[in-house]
């Protein structure tokens, strides 16, 4: 099971972009999906998240300006748009995974895709 995130790319400030990732593999449920960001120099922190019934979380500094949403494909999407510069760098997508047949829980991380928000 493993996810897989694209998306990212340049960006003008004020401008949009929408990160995607997918789950793959034998599963028999995702409780829950996010998407974190690493900015250069800095920790990673939570973006937003989605989790049962589709209840939404946002980090204070989205500020309205972002949407996560889910598919009935294994997929989470983070519609971006009103970019800032400070909104640069690499996001990861994040899932919590249950397994078929296993029924394992596994905490997956995608491989990141890169935002650049520059003029």
């Known amino acids: 099971v493993q996810l897989q995130a694209s998306g990212g790319g340049l960006v003008q400030p004020g401008g949009s972009l929408r990160l995607s990732c997918k789950a793959t593999?034998?599963?028999?449920?995702?409780?829950?999906m996010a998407w974190y960001r690493q900015a250069p120099g800095k920790q990673r922190e939570l973006v937003a998240d989605?989790?049962?019934?589709?209840?939404t979380n946002y980090a204070d500094f989205v500020g309205g300006r972002f949407v996560i949403s889910t598919d009935n494909q294994n997929r989470v999407h983070l519609q971006m748009n009103s970019l800032k510069p400070e909104d640069t760098g690499v996001y990861y997508c994040?899932?919590?995974?249950?397994?078929?047949?296993?029924?394992?829980?596994?905490?997956?991380w995608g491989q990141g895709t890169l935002v650049t928000v520059s003029s």
């Open positions: 593999g034998s599963i028999y449920a995702i409780n829950a």
């Open positions: 989605i989790g049962e019934g589709g209840v």
């Open positions: 994040n899932a919590a995974v249950v397994t078929w047949p296993r029924r394992d829980r596994l905490d997956l």
